[in-house]
């Protein structure tokens, strides 16, 4: 059905071996901001986002949704990038806590971490909504269901968090996690040829690679770049198993 991989291994090496050759990043730790412009709005999100945006993922079933315990007909129902937006608080947070140590924000952080392991699956699976609420549709709808997404950002904040307080926990889960996911998706016979619908776990896997040195982490960012566009669409091949018409998507075109 789809035409066989190609894969560059010069290219693939060069990518491994010297990441960032035009450009690297300076470490976040390292920089100290103090203007009169951009010092006062992270001073503002440290104070008053992080704390709000917390009571919002609280107040709204977000944190709940971790303890997988929703039942039908309860509302509200886990969204499919409820996780996604967890994700974000919790990189936010640890950026923060690596340069201005607090001690609330701390407490708060350690919590949400325990509630995104203690929700991990025993192969390495981590969503709240397709563990809850449709396991029975787990990968089989990745140009619209946000799984890689949500996976990505699991991953950032993951990296985030081990590089703010030096701690594995979370960061062993999510490589478990890439682990599983480097199982299902890839060229190889038996595995799925797709590709995420929202762009994202791409560069996730990339930081994942430069924290862990696993270089299949790399290869992985790779290859669901390099299949995106591949004909014949892969998502026209999931529509088709899901009992749907390509020709009906909403958007008209995958281009």
């Given at each position: 059905?789809?035409?066989?991989?190609?894969?560059?291994?010069?290219?693939?090496?060069?990518?491994?071996?010297?990441?960032?050759?035009?450009?690297?990043?300076?470490?976040?730790?390292?920089?100290?901001?103090?203007?009169?412009?951009?010092?006062?709005?992270?001073?503002?999100?440290?104070?008053?986002?992080?704390?709000?945006?917390?009571?919002?993922?609280?107040?709204?079933?977000?944190?709940?949704?971790?303890?997988?315990?929703?039942?039908?007909?309860?509302?509200?129902?886990p969204h499919i990038f409820w996780d996604s937006d967890v994700a974000k608080w919790?990189?936010?947070?640890?950026?923060?806590?690596?340069?201005?140590?607090?001690?609330?924000?701390?407490?708060?952080?350690?919590?949400?971490?325990?509630?995104?392991?203690?929700?991990?699956?025993?192969?390495?699976?981590?969503?709240?909504?397709?563990?809850?609420?449709?396991?029975?549709?787990?990968?089989?709808?990745?140009?619209?269901?946000?799984?890689?997404?949500?996976?990505?950002?699991?991953?950032?904040?993951?990296?985030?968090?081990?590089?703010?307080?030096?701690?594995?926990?979370?960061?062993?889960?999510?490589?478990?996690?890439?682990?599983?996911?480097?199982?299902?998706?890839?060229?190889?016979?038996?595995?799925?040829?797709?590709?995420?619908?929202?762009?994202?776990?791409?560069?996730?896997?990339?930081?994942?690679?430069?924290?862990?040195?696993?270089?299949?982490?790399?290869?992985?960012?790779?290859?669901?770049?390099?299949?995106?566009?591949?004909?014949?669409?892969?998502?026209?091949?999931?529509?088709?198993?899901?009992?749907?018409?390509?020709?009906?998507?909403?958007?008209?075109?995958?281009?």
């Amino acid at each position: 059905m789809f035409p066989p991989y190609q894969e560059d291994a010069s290219t693939l090496s060069l990518s491994i071996e010297q990441p960032g050759l035009a450009f690297t990043a300076v470490p976040w730790k390292d920089v100290t901001i103090d203007d009169l412009f951009w010092a006062a709005r992270l001073r503002a999100n440290r104070e008053h986002t992080l704390p709000h945006l917390y009571r919002f993922c609280q107040e709204t079933g977000r944190l709940d949704a971790f303890r997988l315990d929703w039942k039908p007909g309860r509302e509200p129902v886990p969204h499919i990038f409820w996780d996604s937006d967890v994700a974000k608080w919790l990189e936010a947070a640890c950026y923060s806590l690596a340069t201005h140590p607090d001690a609330w924000l701390s407490q708060r952080v350690d919590e949400v971490v325990a509630l995104i392991l203690a929700a991990q699956q025993p192969d390495g699976y981590l969503n709240t909504h397709f563990t809850a609420v449709e396991p029975e549709k787990r990968w089989t709808n990745l140009r619209d269901r946000h799984e890689l997404y949500c996976a990505g950002h699991l991953m950032e904040a993951a990296v985030a968090h081990f590089q703010a307080t030096g701690k594995r926990t979370l960061l062993d889960a999510l490589s478990r996690y890439a682990d599983y996911i480097d199982s299902v998706f890839g060229p190889e016979p038996g595995k799925k040829r797709g590709y995420p619908g929202h762009e994202e776990i791409e560069l996730a896997l990339v930081k994942l690679y430069r924290v862990t040195g696993e270089k299949r982490y790399l290869r992985l960012s790779q290859y669901f770049i390099e299949e995106r566009g591949r004909q014949p669409h892969y998502y026209d091949a999931e529509a088709r198993l899901r009992g749907e018409d390509p020709a009906a998507f909403w958007a008209g075109t995958y281009e």
